[in-house]
């Protein structure tokens, strides 16, 4: 034993015992959040001191964290874009709609619902209707909650009593010639008339945060569409 000792210490060596595997994976760890070490890079890679050590070693998973926040910061935006072209679609359809009915009107044959004019209706109905869905996702509750959000409600119902009028009295021509400018007046009052304050989504008053905002509001608001359309029919 004796002849051991001397010959490694003879040798440089050390009477500490050598340190284990995982200290040394430590240790070496350690040494690369501080300065780079080519030896101890492929170890380093196993700690999470490694993580924050250089930009390149940062795992890809957080990189995909990123990219989804940087999608759901730039998603607002994008449906309020969304929103504001189903918006123009149902304005122009409703124009096109009033358009022709007014033209039948002059040359006297508006007795009954045309294809064409039936059709322009049935796109803004499905333009206002995919612009009030994209505007509860965008808001988070049913869209009811301000002037803006009703109007538009509102005038989606009427085109949705027109066309369901039109099926069941076909010979009801001449109240399209009333209900058509008047959704298109109502629409136009709330995207071109009311200030971009108003327009905007906003958090719910805690009185209309309840199950009541999504039934009994929807029915009033058809109601008066549905009033509104009986009256203009009966006038036509």
């Not at 959000?149 to 027109?162: M, P, Q, R, T």
């Not at 109240?175 to 989504?201: D, N, W, Y």
Request: charged share 15%; with cysteine.
């Amino acid at each position: 034993m004796d002849a051991i000792l001397r010959r490694g210490l003879a040798s440089g060596g050390s009477l500490r015992p050598r340190a284990s595997a995982s200290k040394r994976v430590v240790a070496c760890a350690s040494e690369r959040c501080i300065g780079p070490g080519v030896a101890c890079k492929k170890r380093a890679r196993r700690r999470q001191c490694s993580v924050g050590a250089l930009p390149h070693e940062v795992p890809a998973a957080m990189h995909h964290v990123d990219e989804l926040h940087q999608v759901a910061q730039a998603l607002p935006a994008s449906l309020s874009g969304v929103e504001q072209l189903f918006g123009k679609i149902g304005f122009g359809s409703l124009l096109a709609t009033t358009g022709i009915y007014w033209g039948k009107a002059a040359y006297g044959n508006v007795k009954e619902h045309g294809v064409v004019e039936t059709s322009t209706m049935g796109i803004a109905n499905l333009a206002l209707a995919f612009l009030l869905l994209f505007r509860w996702i965008d808001s988070g509750h049913f869209p009811l909650s301000n002037m803006y959000e009703s109007l538009l409600f509102l005038s989606w119902g009427i085109s949705a009593v027109h066309l369901y009028m039109g099926k069941k009295v076909p010979q009801s021509g001449v109240a399209g010639t009333l209900t058509s400018p008047t959704a298109l007046a109502i629409l136009s009052f709330a995207t071109l008339v009311l200030p971009p304050e108003l327009q905007k989504a906003t958090a719910l008053v805690p009185a209309l945060k309840s199950n009541w905002l999504f039934m009994h509001v929807s029915v009033m608001m058809m109601s008066y569409a549905t009033l509104l359309v009986g009256s203009l029919m009966s006038i036509g």
